[in-house]
């Protein structure tokens, strides 16, 4: 039976309208090379991401999985943070399909989050893209920044005991598989997960893909071009291990609590659904949004629409009951950024 999609909200369907005759949702191999110099150009254009002198940023190079090579992260710190400011700590994993992006591709909404905490640390990893390096490299790269991360976290100015996983697309997917990694490994312990949209399942297959094929951002076509990148022939077989598609978990239980969001009129919507539904019936803590007539992304593509500064102020309420509000009273956090 055909299924329609479900319509655009108005105002980001306008927003997406300009688009609509450069952005092809269905990304296929072959244009994966144009798409990710595209990607560099929106990155490194126009950006300040030290939020007008609001974050002190560095580049550092920290050890990657055994044998690997290292990992680049992008160090955020507010202005003035020293060693004893023990502010949360939000480890950010980019978005891109698995094949695209670097640790600068969408840290702006991280900073913004920090800053509406009062103050927060923000490292944002760099991981190996597929189909150069397939699954487990990106994963293991992001395992190994946040193991640095939560090792150093205090010289950083960060408090390792309030650290927030936090993705988009493929990096929600990527923290969600983290996720399962640290439980599974004995730690170190996160205190949340914040997955925004996250691409969790690499079969492909739900109703929201066939619905969504040809429309919006990122559909079916792009979806299977990334999944088969990271896992090849792998893709949709028996043996997927939940690190790669982490709605191949059979157990979800133990996990840090999640904020999960996703769009009604996009290709994740039914497995972002699932994933938290499967969290609640192994006994955990999740928090879901379906934002209708939200498309992939639309909160990065459409900012100041009304679905869009809901999306963040649920994203912001969730952090603030996560961290007890007790970042606008952390010591060392006074100055520009408290009490925003």
Known sequence: ?????????????????????TMEPGLTPDGIKAAREESAMDVFGSLDLTLDGAFEVEDREVPGPPGAPDVSLYLCRPAGTGPEARLPVIYYVHGGGMILGTNRAGVDAALSLALDLGGAVVVSVEY???PEHPHPAPVEDVHAGLLWTAEHAKELGGDPERIVLAGASAGGGLAAAVALM???????????????????????????AHQMAGIGVWDRTANETGWNALLGERRGGPDVSPYAAP??????????????????????????????????????????????????????????????????????GWLKRLLGDRTEQTPGSEGPLSGR
């Open 247 to 316: 709605a191949r978990a059979t157990d979800l239980a133990g996990l840090p609590p999640a904020f999960l969001d996703v769009g009604s009129a996009e290709t994740f919507r039914d497995e972002v659904v699932e994933y938290a539904s499967r969290i609640w019936r192994s006994g955990g803590v999740a928090e879901l949004h379906v934002w209708p007539g939200g498309f992939h992304g639309f909160d990065a593509l459409a900012p100041q629409a009304a679905l869009s500064r809901a999306a963040r102020a649920a994203q912001l």
């Open 128 to 130: 190996r893209l597929a």
């Open 1 to 21: 039976m055909t299924m329609d999609p479900p319509p655009f909200d108005p105002e980001l369907a306008a927003a997406l309208e300009p688009f609509k005759d």
């Open 182 to 208: 640290l439980r599974d490994r004995q730690g170190p312990p996160v205190l949340g997960q914040l997955l925004r949209y996250p691409m969790l399942d690499d079969r492909n297959d739900t109703p929201a």
